[in-house]
């Protein structure tokens, strides 16, 4: 079974511009999170999606969004990009049907993004 | 603020010693996992704990969650230097994750 890839794997964009981010998860599975890690406030959930419905949202600011198509596939978009956007974007994939949580979540290799 | 914090967040030991790495919330989680890290990668689960109490088993890793769903601690004993890499706890609240700073973990051979 293939795992979660993640694309592109690096990315550099300049301050004010916008960048989309994309997910395909492992086969079969309908939920798909994107977590930001950084050095200083580490791993931080930043949304899900279930079944093409955003299910949670963690608490980060409206420039951030996402979305998921019939597929399963998920994107991440950033707008109007400020430095401390910088970080690595992962996302992980899951069956996602459970209520409490006893799946094991998969994580991609994440994008580094890099705002200058 | 982190709503788990984990401790230490950095650890260096010789191979062959004994470490704990502990995890803990004043928030009840419905499960937490464990999960480790190695530059480059995306985190890889090590166990899920979901009943208060619980301890798990992995080789030489020891898994517990607190009685009251709080806390939890990763214990490894005789550490090797393939366990080199960086531990992190996160708590499930109704599918929404919180993750833990992180213990970064270097074993020397």
């Known amino acids: 079974k293939a795992g979660v890839t993640q694309t592109p794997r690096y990315l550099i964009k300049t301050r004010g511009q916008q960048v989309t981010l994309s997910c395909s998860p492992i086969?079969?599975?309908?939920?798909v999170s994107w977590y930001q890690q950084t050095p200083g406030q580490g791993l931080q959930f930043l949304f899900e999606?279930?079944?093409?419905?955003?299910?949670n949202k963690g608490n980060f600011p409206g420039r951030f969004s996402g979305r998921q198509f019939s597929n399963s596939r998920s994107e991440m978009n950033v707008s109007t990009l400020e430095l401390g956007d910088s970080a690595l974007y992962l996302c992980a994939s899951r069956p996602g049907g459970a209520t409490i949580n006893t799946d094991t979540q998969y994580f991609g290799p994440g994008t580094r993004l890099t705002v200058l | 603020t982190q709503l788990l914090e984990q401790s230490p967040q950095f650890l260096s030991i010789q191979e062959g010693e004994n470490l704990t790495v502990y995890c803990n919330s004043s928030s009840v989680f419905s499960s937490l996992q464990w999960y480790r890290q190695e530059p480059g990668e995306g985190p890889v689960l090590l166990v899920t704990v979901v009943t208060g109490g619980e301890v798990k088993k992995l080789k030489r890793l020891t898994f517990q969650f607190g009685d009251a769903r709080k806390d939890s601690s990763l214990h490894i004993t005789a550490a090797q230097p393939g366990d080199t890499g960086l531990y992190l706890c996160a708590g499930d609240n109704f599918n929404k994750f919180y993750f833990g700073s992180g213990t970064k973990l270097n074993v020397k051979p």
């Open positions: 999606y279930f079944s093409e419905t955003q299910r």
């Open positions: 086969s079969g599975h309908r939920s």
